[in-house]
């Protein structure tokens, strides 16, 4: 193995930074695949996706597991590392793409691929969060990506004693992603602990109603680590980093006692979840544009009308009169200085549609792109031929109320059938929509679907906690509607009657 590593410091314990092989499984190095080792035939593989608010100690927590899964003992007084973390400044999260590390033992004949997401919650803001559910997405698609997992790891410190809001909102943006199907593999991992019961997390825990899989003694599954067996040691408190050590392998035996006892979950519904959430943004976003454009279209129409009626005398002379009116009209603007996972939009050449604005990154055709089904936009409801996928976007679309009324039923159909395969269908990122979409069924007269949308919102009042997300006056103001990144130009022209 010594060719494998690289000496960081010498200890005690001495520090290795394992030699992996690296790939990247997008173009632009957002979603990373690290191997150590060397695969052989027959090997049994354990997949876990950890997840955390930044600073919860998640890359310790790899590099132990790591360390357990090569075998190493207290004794040999060694520490590998498998991260390498970015030395970014300290209020951002030092991870900044998924990761997912590989690691094959030939001596267990067996491997274990942990998928490192960034931390949620850093200051760089929403935006960073909502690039996370895009590259997961991509992970799991991508052909040599994740298709199962074996559990999902919320990693929490074990002094809390109550939820706080950005974590309340990583774990609103981690389980809306997933389908129900996956609630019996989440499990807790509890760092910075004592080794004593970590009664305040697991009421926390309870208190918010995160979906996780519980034991016989209806306890959230969990698991305890202390996050210091790569610090440098001193004979002094020998004993304090062997019992951190010891606590430690004790509890992730047990972490793969629990492994065996339940089934890999196929990531089919997880995928289906995060697609439909992609078409019901795709419908809301261009909704609201449509809505924007014929608010702009009726005022145009109002300037007209008082402009009538105030040259009334001239047009009963059939006198040519001149006013000015303001006229919304459309155009193409560049979004090369967009994100870059906002740069491409899917837009149809026909109709003059953004149909996929924000997170069109995925798809390398508009054939491919996620708001196609069966050959047809189910935004615009033209074929795939008559869009294309460039580096430019429509401010401005023109609207007739019988096509807002089939967008609204799209939205509609849409966030019914979340409700239906979400793991947390109450989500704010569900939630914030029925806020926008409830007015708009009532303006097209269907008084069922609109009951049925706010008997949703109850339950979700009801059943969920108050995200930070949704909260008004909370200072995380991301639960709000996204705000419409395009908009209507308005020039002034002369007409002549």
Known sequence: MNSQLDELHSGPPALYRLYTTRSNLDKHGKIRKWTFGQKCANMQNKIILMVGETGTGKTTLINTMANYFLGVKFEDQVWFEITEEDRRDQTESQTSEITAYEIFSERKLASLTIIDTPGYGDTRGIDKDMEIAQNLHELFLHETGVKSLDAVC??????????????????????????????????????????????????????????????????????????????????????????????????????????????????????????????????????????????????????????????????????????????????????????????????????????????????????????????????????????????????????????????????????????????????????????????????????GWAQKLKDMQKAADKESTKSAVGNKGSKLSVGKCPSCHGGGTLKGTSQYL
């Open 154 to 447: 919320l990693v929490l410190k074990a002094s809390q004693n109550r939820i706080s809001e950005f974590q309340r909102y990583i774990f609103e943006a981690v389980l809306s992603l997933f389908g129900k199907d996956i609630e019996d593999i989440i499990v807790l991992f509890i760092t910075h602990s004592d080794g004593g019961p970590p009664t305040n997390v697991l009421e926390a825990i309870k208190k918010e109603k995160i979906p996780c899989c519980h034991d016989e003694e209806n306890e959230p599954v969990h698991f305890l680590f202390n996050n210091r067996q790569s610090e440098k040691q001193t004979k002094k408190y020998e004993y304090v980093y062997r019992s951190s050590w010891e606590m430690a392998t004790d509890n992730i035996k047990e972490f793969f006692r629990f492994l065996k006892s339940r089934q890999r979950k196929s990531l089919n519904m997880t995928v289906s979840v995060l697609e439909e959430r992609m078409q019901l943004k795709a419908c809301v976003e261009n909704l609201k544009e449509r809505i924007k454009y014929s608010e702009a279209k009726r005022t145009e129409l109002t300037y007209v009308q008082q402009a009538l009626k105030q040259n009334k005398e001239k047009i009963e002379k059939d006198k040519k009169f001149m006013f000015t009116v303001k006229i919304a009209y459309k155009e193409k603007v560049d979004t090369s200085g967009a994100s870059w996972q906002d740069r491409k939009v899917t837009s149809c050449k026909e109709c003059e549609e953004n149909c996929h604005e924000f997170g069109c990154w995925l798809a390398g055709s508009p054939r491919l792109c996620k708001v196609m089904k069966e050959s047809h936009c189910i935004v615009c409801h033209c074929h795939y031929s008559t869009h294309v996928r460039e580096h430019k976007k429509y401010v401005t679309n023109t609207t007739a109320e019988e096509m807002k009324r089939s967008l609204v039923n799209d939205a509609y159909v849409a966030i019914v059938k979340l409700s239906e395969i979400a793991l947390k269908p109450d989500s704010a990122f569900t939630v914030q929509y029925l806020d926008f979409l409830i007015p708009r069924v009532e303006e097209v007269g269907t008084a």
